[in-house]
Structure formats: structure tokens, C-alpha cells
């Protein structure tokens, strides 16, 4: 089994920035896909950014240049920095982890743009 554990949402005006952290812990596997979805209100989970064991990293086209994910030497935790934030990307964040095919998820945590 294996737990994660997020952080770091919160509000922000248009333009600003925040940082989301994600730890795993448990039983995990040095080979995985580490990462974050979003789902905001009425609309379906989708992909934010994901990061490989490996540090390969993938966004989704609307907050790519824009969000930057990364990983701790230790491959159990992964960021999101958030630049310049719009109120589309309100929603709530979801850390999730692939590995061995089967996929965890945090508990969510909710950013919130607005003016």
C-alpha cells in the first residue's frame, strides 16, 4: 500500500504563483510514474503534470511553460510550481502514483485563482 500525503494549495490572485508538495510513503517501488491531476468543479479529472523515476517529465498543453514539476534525490516526493496562475486553473489538485500498475492517489488539496 502506499499513502500521499499533499501541500501547499491555497489562493492566489491572477498572475501569482504557489507550490504544491507530494510525499509518498509505504510500500513503494523504485520504478513509478509520480504526478498531478486536477478536477474542477462540474468538469472530469484531468492531467497536470506527471514526472518519471527516471526525471522525465509530461504537461498537459494548458499549463505547459507555465507549471514545472520536479522530484527530491529520494524519488518519495515531487513539487509543482505554479507561475502565473489564471482562474482556470482553480480546481482541486490530486498527487497520484503509478507503479507495479496500480494507481494511489492523495487526498486533494484545492487552489483557488481569483481576484
Known amino acids: 500500500q502506499v499513502q500521499l500525503v499533499e501541500s501547499g494549495g491555497g489562493s492566489a490572485q491572477p498572475g501569482g504563483s504557489l507550490r504544491l508538495s507530494c510525499t509518498a510513503s509505504?510500500?513503494?517501488?523504485?520504478?513509478?510514474?509520480m504526478g498531478w491531476y486536477r478536477q474542477a468543479p462540474g468538469k472530469q479529472r484531468e492531467l497536470v503534470a506527471t514526472?518519471?523515476?527516471?526525471?522525465?517529465?509530461n504537461y498537459a498543453p494548458s499549463v505547459k511553460g507555465r507549471f514545472t514539476i520536479s522530484g527530491d534525490n529520494l524519488r518519495n516526493t515531487v513539487y509543482l510550481q505554479m507561475n502565473n496562475l489564471n482562474p482556470e486553473d482553480t480546481a482541486v489538485y490530486y498527487c497520484?502514483?503509478?507503479?507495479?500498475?496500480?494507481?494511489?492517489w492523495g487526498q486533494g488539496t484545492q487552489v483557488t485563482v481569483s481576484s
Open positions: 497520484t502514483r503509478l507503479q507495479n500498475l496500480n494507481r494511489y
Open positions: 514526472l518519471t523515476h527516471d526525471d522525465s517529465p
Open positions: 509505504g510500500n513503494l517501488f523504485n520504478y513509478f510514474v
